[in-house]
Structure formats: C-alpha cells, structure tokens
C-alpha cells in the first residue's frame, strides 16, 4: 500500500513481520456484546458495547501490558474503551459473563507475569455510538514491542506499533438491537 504523509512525500506504508521480532503477548477474545444498563441519574437505561478477553505472557520475561482498545465506525470516528464509563456498567458485564476474575483495562495495565497460571481476563466497553451499526473495527494496542519510526511533517517523528485490527460485520438494526449475531469479518496485524 502506497501512502502520501502530510503531503510531502510518497512511500511504501509499513507493515508488520510475518514473524515476530519482538516480544508479544498471546490475546484471546469473544466477539463484541451489547448490554443495556440503568445508571443512576439517567432518565432511560444506557446501551454499551463490551469484549472480553484473555491476555497471556508465554515469553521469557515479564512484560508490560498498557491496553489501548479503539472502536472505528464505517465514518471513521474512533471511540476509546473504558472512557468515562459508569462502574455499574462493569459490574452488570460482569455478572453477565459470570467470569468472577475479570478486570476492566483500567485494572488490567500492568506487568504480565510468564505463564499460563498468570494470564487475565479483560474486558473493554464503549458507549453504544449510535442505533444501527452495519460495520466496526475494534484497534487493539499494546500487545507487542514491534514499533517502526517514521518521518512526519516539521521532522517530527511517527511511531506506528503493531496493532491487532478485529473487522465485525452486524446484521441487527435499531428496532431489534443486539438480537441478531455479531459476525467477524477479519482479523490481521497492522501498523497504525
């Protein structure tokens, strides 16, 4: 893919090794949710988007794990998990899911110990962005140490960090939300 970098200059865009060449942490995850909760003070209940997941350390050394999960719409808003969401929201996923050892990504940042033993459950939630969604993309960051270094305009640098991008196809509309199957359309490594 060829891309043009705030107009000066045309060049191949990066991609990510075929193998890694850094350290990387194993992700597992289910496919996207929505959940409706009453929050205090609201004067109709509050639709969210969760996905939760599983991140394990199976290299040699411990690593830091600072997730940065991005929801980009078909119009190309990007939304960040877990900003200012109501704890109630975790909470009501929680029960949901069952999973009594699950942590919000604010909890879950931090050192990820070596093996499966110490490998955590997660779950990133965003605001329902509107009714219908057709098509997203969920950008999941923080997941491996392979970086590259561009030039950007003024001579400031770009870092671009290998990124997990995750494509969902929805097929519900906003009379029958959440009722129809949340598909997944993709998933490969990218640099962004």
Not at 71 to 98: C, H, W, Y
Not at 132 to 144: A, M, N, W
């Amino acid at each position: 893919m060829i891309f043009l970098l705030s107009g000066m200059c045309l060049a191949e865009f990066p991609k990510p090794s075929i193998y890694p060449i850094s350290w990387e942490l194993k992700f597992t995850h289910a496919k996207p949710q929505r959940i409706v909760v009453n929050i205090p003070g609201q004067s109709t209940p509050q639709a969210f988007w969760y996905m939760t997941y599983t991140v394990q350390n199976d290299g040699k050394e411990e690593r830091m794990f600072l997730p940065d999960f991005q929801m980009v719409l078909e119009d190309g808003r990007s939304i960040r998990s877990d900003n200012n969401i109501s704890p109630l929201v975790f909470d009501a996923i929680k029960q949901q899911t069952g999973d009594s050892l699950l942590q919000s990504s604010l909890k879950i940042a931090g050192t990820i110990r070596v093996g499966e033993d110490e490998a955590k459950d997660g779950v990133a939630i965003w605001p329902e962005p509107m009714p219908r969604l057709e098509h997203f993309t969920i950008f999941v960051q923080g997941l491996s140490g392979e970086a590259v270094t561009l030039q950007g305009p003024h001579n400031k640098p770009i870092i671009l960090r290998k990124t997990l991008q995750l494509n969902y196809i929805f097929r519900g509309d906003e009379f029958y939300p959440g009722l129809t199957q949340v598909d997944q359309d993709s998933e490969e490594w990218v640099m962004r």
